[in-house]
């Protein structure tokens, strides 16, 4: 007999998404671990029984003090998984908006003195308590929106210091908002203002001094660089990146976003864990992607935000084997904190069917920050993350624009939606 302290019943339609840990690719990539009719018994924050309803009468026992809840036949998966957000920044850049709308894209927009210097200014002006606040309430509006575990990219400061600073947030982030967390250095998101040669200064204090800091201390669990002209060029990043990869960090890089930048060949060349944006990748590098084992984490919202009149990539990579996992990019730049809103694009921007977004969004997502072992499946022994949707199929999630869960339980706990 099966204890529980939780019995979620009446489940109309579950998508555990749950099966072997490495990312859903080709054929798989749709494979959502369906059960109708189900219910999922909770225990001490974990999953303790993922199963048909008629089983769980014979086999699960609510404890003393444990509720049983009917969901009335509701939509149920794992929590969000968002597997690329810069949470961490200070102020915003709404005022910046008119100029997209006039139509610079966003290298002008960097050229002139705006977009992301002018988050580094606010961000350095910032006190940690003020980017704490910041980050917490963006945090729990993710949450109410079904995230459960994120990643988080530093990159808003540009220095050793700054980083370091960035970095060293996370884990009181994930103390007070209950998400799990995953950082990534991105101290190479661009290059700091200064003089000549602070290029090649800032490139390598990344390689000699801030990156063994970061694995000394286990600040980050990867290490990121933005590669695209007027950032980091191919060379550049392969050096960092290798110098990250030797202290055990993984490697994810920012790819072929306003150009084809060669990002998406050198992650496959590297083994990188993962390649992010991807906007211009040819088929041939798709291909070298898939070769490689290199998930594709696609912000099928980031060109909409960024009004480039480009689209992801979905269908594209999953035809070329690719395994594709999902992202706000949360930023001042394309300020998203719902993982639904972001399932809507990848469906209807980027031609992922709804159950490959969903995998997207929950398995292949915590592949490409190295949480398969704990996120993104329904799935007994697991910590007990999943949101509730109203709605009589999963594949609605997507469809219906703007939905939103009913609840979400992170480690077996209700969050507030009120
Ligand atoms: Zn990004």
Not at 56 to 70: F, W
Not at 211 to 219: Q, S
Request: charged share 25%.
């Amino acid at each position: 007999m099966i204890r529980a302290d939780l019995l979620l019943d009446g489940i109309g339609d579950l998508a555990t998404v749950s099966g072997p840990p490495s990312p859903r690719a080709g054929d798989r990539a749709g494979e959502l671990g369906r059960i109708e009719d189900a219910a999922i018994a909770i225990s001490d924050g974990r999953f303790a029984y993922v199963g048909r309803s008629r089983r769980a009468r014979r086999e699960v026992r609510v404890r003393p003090g444990g509720r049983t809840i009917d969901l009335g036949g509701a939509s149920v998966v794992p929590g969000f998984v968002d597997a690329h957000t810069h949470l961490l920044f200070g102020g915003d850049r709404s005022d910046e908006l008119i100029w997209k709308v006039e139509g610079l894209g966003y290298a002008e927009i960097v050229r002139r003195g705006g977009g992301l210097y002018s988050t580094v200014r606010a961000t350095r002006r910032a006190s940690t308590a003020a980017l704490t606040r910041a980050a917490l309430t963006r945090l729990d509006r993710m949450a109410r929106d079904g995230t459960t575990t994120a990643e988080v990219k530093s990159g808003y400061a540009l220095s050793h210091a700054g980083e370091l600073r960035l970095l060293g947030i996370v884990p009181a982030l994930s103390a007070s908002s209950g998400l799990s967390l995953v950082p990534t250095y991105l101290g190479a998101h661009a290059v700091p203002p200064g003089p000549a040669g602070t290029r090649e200064r800032y490139v390598e204090e990344i390689v000699r001094k801030t990156l063994p800091v970061i694995a000394r201390r286990h600040l980050a669990a990867f290490c990121d660089v933005f590669c695209e002209p007027d950032f980091f060029s191919v060379e550049e990043a392969r050096r960092i990146l290798s110098a990250a990869l030797s202290l055990g960090l993984g490697a994810k890089i920012h790819a072929d976003e306003f150009e084809l930048s060669g990002g998406a060949r050198l992650a496959a060349e590297l083994k990188a864990r993962s390649a992010e944006h991807l906007l211009r990748t040819p088929l041939e590098d798709r291909e070298a992607l898939g070769r490689a084992g290199v998930t594709a984490v696609l912000l099928p919202t980031t060109p909409f935000a960024s009004m480039s009149g480009t689209r992801s990539l979905g269908r594209e990579m999953v035809d070329a084997g690719v395994p594709v996992a999902l992202g706000s990019d949360l930023c001042p730049n394309s300020w998203v904190e719902s993982m639904p809103i972001v399932l809507s694009h990848a469906v209807y921007a980027a031609r992922l069917t709804p159950a490959e977004a969903i995998v997207a969004a929950t398995a292949n997502a915590a592949h490409a920050i190295g949480a398969g072992d704990r996120a993104g499946a329904i799935a007994v022994g697991r910590p007990a993350d999943l949101a509730v949707f109203d709605l009589e199929s999963v594949e609605r999630i997507p469809y219906r624009i703007g939905s939103k869960p009913v609840q979400v339980y992170r480690q077996g706990i209700a969050i507030s939606l009120s």
